[in-house]
């Protein structure tokens, strides 16, 4: 079975500061690894997704992740953190349309 | 914009009543799926349907049915709500992106079961 852990419930930074939120998968075939973010009372959206084209993805608004395989690990990060990135961030492994989300992560952003 | 909407966005009902929530989606995609989003547990799939006529139980089914007699619609009845079942819902649409999956959401329903 497949599976991912989040580690931090909550993260704060500061803005200017980098962003870094922590996604371990567990997976018996070469996973898609995904990250969401969700807004306030919206639905999820798409930030950026890996299927081993190319280790290092970029998404949307300045964020990226690196899937590192010896480490099992697909770890989301922003060089600076701006008052907008303020949300919960999700990730997410699937196969065969099967796709498991992490418990997720908030995201605070001081001024 | 996936096109997808849920309705209602908000519902607040008693422990024992029937309640079905819609989702509605534009674009013919064959996979939807209903999740439930809970603090501290992620998305956790209800169930999740292939086509029309085909769904099939996800994670958390006990206590929830779905029908599909349109591609277009997805219903999730929950026969005899309980306390337990107050949560946000969430509709997706799975599209086939490059060599992937993508999953794409509804805005949710909230609702509260009293």
């Known amino acids: 079975a497949q599976s991912v852990t989040q580690l931090g419930s909550h993260v704060s930074v500061s803005e200017g500061a980098l962003v870094l939120l922590r996604c371990n998968y567990s997976?018996?075939?070469?996973?898609?690894l995904f990250w969401y973010v969700q807004y306030p009372n919206q639905g999820l959206q798409l930030l950026l997704k890996?299927?081993?084209?190319?280790?290092l993805v970029k998404g949307i608004n300045g964020f990226e992740a690196e899937f590192k395989k010896s480490e099992t690990s697909f770890h989301l990060t922003k060089p600076s953190a701006h008052m907008s990135d303020a949300a919960e961030y999700f990730c997410a492994v699937s196969s065969n349309n099967d796709m498991r989300f992490g418990a997720g992560t908030r995201l605070t952003v001081k001024p | 914009d996936a096109g997808i909407t849920q309705s209602p966005r908000h519902k607040v009902t008693e422990t024992g009543t029937p309640v079905t929530l819609r989702c509605h989606q534009t674009?013919?995609?064959?996979?939807m799926y209903w999740y439930r989003q809970d603090p501290g547990h992620g998305l956790r799939l209800i169930h999740y349907?292939?086509?029309?006529?085909?769904?099939d139980k996800g994670e958390v089914s006990d206590g929830y049915s779905v029908s599909r007699s349109k591609t277009e619609d997805f219903l999730l009845t929950l026969e005899s709500a309980t306390s337990s079942q107050t949560s946000v819902y969430f509709c997706?649409?799975?599209?086939?992106?490059?060599?992937?999956?993508?999953?794409?959401f509804g805005p949710g329903t909230r609702l509260t079961v009293t």
């Open positions: 674009e013919n995609h064959r996979y």
């Open positions: 997976s018996s075939v070469p996973p898609y």
């Open positions: 890996y299927t081993s084209a190319a280790t």
């Open positions: 997706a649409i799975s599209v086939v992106a490059g060599v992937s999956y993508e999953q794409y």
């Open positions: 349907s292939y086509g029309v006529k085909d769904t």
